[in-house]
């Protein structure tokens, strides 16, 4: 059974950092591609950044220079390290990891971590 398992979320103010985390188990994060996406009040859950089995890394361009996603294979956690945190980045944030089998590709998700950015 995959269990993805969040933290780090928390209240900052803007020009902060956070540093979230993603602990797995039932999946091998090396081996397959795992993502933080998140999801604001009425709007649409979005991908931040994701992070493939080579180590090759992609943001969305509203995080570029100011997010980094990162994954400590030891530990089977994937990091997002977040900078320069402003408050339209408040949300929801969740990890997700993309199971790869021979029937095809299974989507995880966590529970969720909030993050709030105030003025």
């Known amino acids: 059974q995959v269990q993805l398992v969040e933290s780090g979320g928390g209240l900052v103010q803007a020009g902060g950092s956070l540093r979230l985390s993603c602990a797995a188990s039932?999946?091998?994060?090396?081996?397959?591609?795992a993502g933080w996406y998140r999801q604001a009040p009425g709007k649409q859950r979005e991908l931040v950044a994701r992070?493939?089995?080579?180590?090759?890394?992609n943001y969305a361009d509203s995080v570029k220079g100011r997010f980094a996603i990162s994954r400590d294979n030891a530990k089977n956690t994937v990091y997002l390290q977040m900078n320069s945190l402003k408050q339209e980045d408040t949300a929801v944030y969740y990890c997700?990891?993309?199971?790869?089998?021979?029937?095809?590709?299974?989507?995880?998700w966590g529970q969720g971590t909030q993050v709030t950015v105030s003025s």
């Open positions: 992070i493939f089995t080579g180590g090759s890394t």
């Open positions: 997700h990891a993309g199971l790869v089998t021979s029937r095809g590709i299974y989507d995880y």
């Open positions: 039932g999946i091998i994060f090396r081996d397959n591609a």
